[in-house]
């Protein structure tokens, strides 16, 4: 059950590796747009989705590479770590 609990925990860590800095990215453009708009009382809608969308697309772009290479690791680490959960 060891072998398990290791798997989950690093699943776990690599997800919040890889999800953290987007979020972190979407909330700070967020925050950042919405006080635009409450400092120029533009309240459209659109405004606020197309910031996001490109500086998550960028940092897709730039980090891709990293998050695809973590994600292989840990296939990687889960198929040798099958002997192991098989046997419980």
Do not use: H
């Not at 967020?30 to 659109?46: F, H, N, P, R, W």
């Not at 772009?61 to 099958?82: N, Q």
Request: proline share 3%; net charge negative; hydrophobic share 60%.
């Amino acid at each position: 059950m060891d072998a398990f609990d290791g798997l989950v925990r690093d699943a776990l860590l690599t997800t919040a590796v890889l999800a953290l800095p987007i979020l972190v990215v979407a909330t700070a453009i967020g925050a950042a747009v919405a006080i635009l708009q409450a400092a120029t009382q533009v309240q459209e809608q659109t405004l606020t989705l197309l910031p996001k969308l490109v500086a998550i697309g960028a940092m897709l772009a730039v980090f891709g590479r990293f998050g695809i290479d973590l994600c292989a690791r840990l296939v990687v680490e889960a198929i040798a770590r099958i002997p192991e959960l098989v046997r419980g």
